[in-house]
């Protein structure tokens, strides 16, 4: 949500240090272009903390196969695409 994401950078101690990129952690393209963003920001990545993800957990009899999806897309292939793409971004020493 980019305007929740521009209203906490305003209220940020130092908010010109940040910047707002809405993306979908399970998107490929979306990913890629917050790390595009940020190589274009700062040059280098010196630290990722890969912390989205997702917490629904309907009664199994009523879950479904797509939110079996939706669960995994976001906690695990949004977590494989921001390290693969911060691996490409990041300069030692740098953390993951």
Known sequence: ??????????????PDSIVAVPADAAEADQVGRLFDTIRGRAGRLD?????????????FAES?????????AINVKGVFL???H?????RPPSSI
């Open 86 to 90: 911060a691996l490409s971004s990041e």
């Open 1 to 14: 949500d980019k305007e929740k994401l521009d209203r906490f950078a305003a209220e940020a101690d130092q």
């Open 82 to 84: 921001t390290l693969h």
């Open 47 to 59: 630290g990722v903390f890969a912390n989205a993800g997702v917490g629904d957990f309907p009664h």
């Open 64 to 72: 479904s196969e797509a939110d079996l999806d939706r669960l995994f």
